[in-house]
């Protein structure tokens, strides 16, 4: 099987289908790049994170389409793109950008099916950047994902790691609906097996990423390789945890989740996300109104405090949730 | 045998039957407009309307111009879009009343009226939502090579929105068939104008952005048709985006139930008599021998009778179902 790192198997899926499927156009800032420039380079970026290159040179400008910083303009034109019969990608170079956009996602595209009376679909898939860890400040490391989770009329995509972004990538692409594709900047250059050919990981299905008996750890993005890291760890004290990666938070597969604490008992929910009104808030919710009595101890949630996110090393280090964290938490689950 | 042509405009030449399409177009949008006026008093009409009264002649005019192939994108104040587009005069009237059988099921409302079978991607309720939509159909458009256009309708009040600006760039940039049509009725919600466009210049900010605009008179139809016929002309032939500033009024308030404290003792009743498109239209076709009175008041009692039918029709029918409270937020979920 060919190891590949996260950018290359998202960028695998976009070439892959793009072949396939001519009504898939890609646009954003720089998903080329060297436009207007000097130095007659027509790609000179291929996506700031690297995960469109190629994509100019083999299927040309109508279908690659290089945008000014705008970014309502390139929601509101992947939306209206969609109901004329395209099947836009539209990047955001940074999920906190949806604060200039977030018009286009939640009153626009997410709310065109149901409004029309299911008389249209709005295949637009949005591709974000996100997460902390890379000391890019306040406005350019947040997850933000919890806040459009709430949206109803959007799918929420979260993966983390090579193999399962590309097959949900590949989902997103033949579906029908709008989709939030967040893509943990850390995680790019995270590698694993990843076949050549296209497949499909259907949305709301979690992944058990470990399996254990003590413990149900829910983690999502960077915070699922953090957990399993913690979990190692544990390990030698004889704890044993199952992991769950839910993939996807809208539609979100509550039942692996309750079936998973119904066997433990302990729940521990690991969301790089601030804590309130969050997906870890919402997991632990979930879990109190449907699941209250197999619970034996209360619910551990990990998280990053209610800040923005800090510049200095020492201050980001920590505001994301460590390894150490998580080994923390689930000791304290287990005490009860 | 086809009819030749009785009013040569610059670049389309109107027939007998397009003159009478467009008298009917307008019409049909005036009573719809006045008559609900009168129905939402009865408070039988849920939420709250926007009505298109006094601007007939700028859908329409635009609107003559396009086929079911091409795209508009429409605003709050949406009603006169959807039908000189072509949308279903009753299903319109029924989605207006929250009716299961609604153009979009009762689910829309006013603001919320779409038929894409017809190229009618929706009104909206978001001031300035619209625009980067039309933009995207207008890439849809150039890819497909086929000659369509885009056509995103504003108002005053939205030509001061970011999302408008944005929109109207990324247009000039990609050089895409979108034409932005700007009904500048003086008023965004209760402030003037005059107020809120700091140049006072629609058209003037549209070529600072990189695109021809021209103003017209939005009470001549005839204006917004020759304007138009040359704007939609070069989008079509790939020359880009466009817009055209058509000066126009509304005979109502922002929303019905506006107390319109904004506007001059008689302002709207001056209007009515200084600035009614219909009538405007009935003195020039009567006055240059194109159309017989007749045939326009016969026009009349058809579209009256059309009205009455809708709302007729709009009143008996049922409400959606329970169940459609939870059907199409997604495709599959």
Redesign the interface.
């Known amino acids: 099987m060919p190891i590949k790192s996260m950018r290359d198997a998202i960028n695998d899926a976009l070439h892959l289908e793009m072949a396939r499927d001519p009504s898939i156009?890609v646009?954003g800032e720089d998903v080329s790049g060297g436009a207007g420039g000097t130095s007659g380079e027509r790609e000179a970026s291929g996506g700031i994170f690297g995960v469109t290159k190629g994509l100019l040179p083999r299927f040309g400008d109508?279908?690659v389409?290089d945008?000014?910083i705008?970014?309502?303009?390139?929601?509101?034109?992947?939306?209206?793109?969609?109901?004329?019969?395209?099947r836009?990608v539209a990047e955001l170079m940074f999920a906190d950008f949806v604060g200039v956009s977030l018009?286009?996602i939640f009153?626009?595209l997410a709310k065109?099916?149901?409004?029309?009376?299911?008389?249209?679909?709005c295949?637009a898939v949005i591709r974000l950047a996100m997460g902390a860890g890379m000391n890019m400040g306040a406005q350019h490391s947040q997850t933000m994902y919890s806040m459009l989770t709430s949206v109803?009329?959007l799918?929420v995509v979260i993966p983390s790691n090579a193999y399962d972004a590309k097959g949900l990538m590949i989902t997103a692409l033949r579906?029908?609906?709008p989709v939030l594709f967040f893509e943990h900047k850390a995680l790019y250059p995270r590698k694993g097996e990843v076949p050549d050919g296209a497949y499909t990981i259907p949305f709301?299905e979690a992944s058990l990423v470990r399996e254990g008996e003590h413990v149900t750890v829910v983690a999502l993005a960077r915070m699922v390789p953090f957990a399993e890291k913690a979990i190692d760890a544990l390990a030698k004290d004889g704890i044993t945890c199952d992991l769950i990666d839910p993939r996807t938070t809208s539609?979100m597969d509550e039942d692996t989740i309750l079936e998973s604490v119904e066997n433990t008992g302990r729940l521990v929910v690991v969301d790089e996300s601030n804590p309130r009104c969050s997906v870890a808030s919402d997991i632990a919710g979930m879990v109190a109104a449907r699941g209250f009595h197999s619970l034996k101890a209360p619910v551990q949630l990990v998280t990053a405090p209610h800040t923005p996110v800090p510049f200095a090393r020492e201050l980001e280090r920590a505001y994301v949730p460590s390894p150490t964290r998580i080994e923390a938490a689930i000791r304290a689950v287990m005490k009860d | 045998m086809a009819t030749p042509p009785i009013h040569p405009t610059t670049l389309a030449p109107l027939t007998h039957e397009q003159l009478l399409r467009a008298y009917r177009q307008m019409k049909t949008i005036r009573e719809f407009e006045e008559r609900l006026h009168v129905e939402i008093q009865t408070g039988e009409i849920p939420g709250f309307t926007h009505l298109y009264s006094g601007q007939e002649a700028v859908a329409v005019g635009v609107c003559e111009l396009l086929s079911d192939a091409d795209?508009i994108?429409s605003t709050h104040r949406g009603h006169g879009h959807c039908i000189a587009k072509g949308c279903d005069v009753v299903g319109m009237m029924k989605e207006i009343y929250g009716r299961h059988d609604?153009?979009?099921?009762?689910?829309?409302g006013s603001m919320?009226i779409?038929?894409?079978d017809k190229g009618m991607?929706?009104a909206?309720?978001?001031v300035g939502?619209g625009?980067?939509?039309?933009?995207?159909?207008?890439?849809?458009?150039?890819?497909r090579g086929d000659g369509t256009v885009?056509i995103a309708f504003g108002g005053d009040g939205s030509s001061n929105q970011?999302?408008v600006f944005?929109?109207m760039?990324?247009a000039v940039?990609?050089k895409v068939p979108a034409l932005f049509v700007w009904e500048n009725n003086g008023y965004g919600e209760h402030t003037g104008a005059d107020y809120s466009v700091g140049s006072r210049d629609i058209a003037g900010r549209c070529r600072g952005f990189g695109m021809p605009a021209e103003v017209c008179d939005g009470s001549d139809f005839f204006a917004v048709f020759e304007t138009m016929g040359r704007m939609v002309s070069r989008a079509r032939a790939g020359e880009g985006p466009a817009a055209i500033e058509a000066r126009i009024t509304r005979f109502f308030g922002h929303f019905e139930g506006d107390p319109q404290l904004y506007r001059a003792k008689d302002e709207t009743k001056r209007l009515r008599e200084s600035l009614d498109c219909l009538k405007i239209f009935r003195a020039r076709v009567t006055a240059e021998g194109w159309l017989e009175a007749g045939e326009l008041d016969a026009i009349d009692s058809e579209v009256l009778a059309l009205i009455d039918r809708a709302v007729a029709e709009a009143r008996a029918s049922l409400p959606p179902a329970e169940a459609e409270l939870y059907?199409?937020?997604?495709?599959?979920?």
């Open positions: 156009i646009l109508h279908r389409i945008t000014p705008s970014e309502s303009a390139i929601i509101g034109a992947a939306g209206g793109a969609a109901l004329a019969g395209l836009p018009d286009q009153n626009q065109f099916r149901y409004m029309f009376g299911g008389k249209t679909n295949p109803p009329g799918k579906g029908n609906d709301g539609p | 795209y994108v609604g153009l979009c099921k009762g689910k829309g919320h779409a038929d894409f991607l929706g909206n309720g978001i939502g625009q980067p939509l039309a933009v995207g159909a207008a890439i849809a458009c150039r890819n885009s970011g999302t944005e929109a760039n990324l940039v990609l059907a199409d937020v997604y495709a599959e979920y």
